[in-house]
């Protein structure tokens, strides 16, 4: 059974860092891409960053490129994602994601809220 188990949200000044982690169990991880998502209050969900299973390529959404930075520990199972110079419109909740057997598996999330 997939499963992806995100941390390290919270409350964060602008211009603060967070670093987020994402447990996964369920599968063999080091086989497959990861990705953290986020869903802003009233918005879709998007793409924030990917990262291929031996992490040799990542890839960004165009506003976090230079502020975020994905990786990934395969022999703890987890992907990080490292968040600097945030910014109020970085609030969101933020989901692991991978795709195993054409399946989209997501996590539960977790809150990151930028505010003074």
């Known amino acids: 059974q997939v499963r992806l188990v995100e941390s390290g949200g919270g409350l964060v000044q602008p211009g603060g860092s967070l670093r987020l982690s994402c447990a996964a169990s369920?599968?063999?991880?080091?086989?497959?891409?990861m990705a953290w998502y986020r869903q802003a209050p009233g918005k879709g969900r998007e793409l924030v960053a990917s990262?291929?299973?031996?992490?040799?390529?990542?890839n960004y959404a165009d506003s976090m490129k230079g502020r975020f930075t994905i990786s990934r520990d395969n022999a703890k199972n987890t992907v990080y994602l490292q968040m600097n110079s945030l910014q109020p419109e970085d609030t969101a909740v933020y989901y692991c994601?991978?795709?195993?057997?054409?399946?989209?598996?997501w996590g539960k999330g977790t809150l990151v809220t930028v505010s003074s």
């Open positions: 369920g599968f063999a991880f080091s086989m497959y891409t």
């Open positions: 990262i291929t299973s031996l992490g040799g390529s990542t």
């Open positions: 994601h991978t795709t195993y057997y054409r399946m989209d598996y």
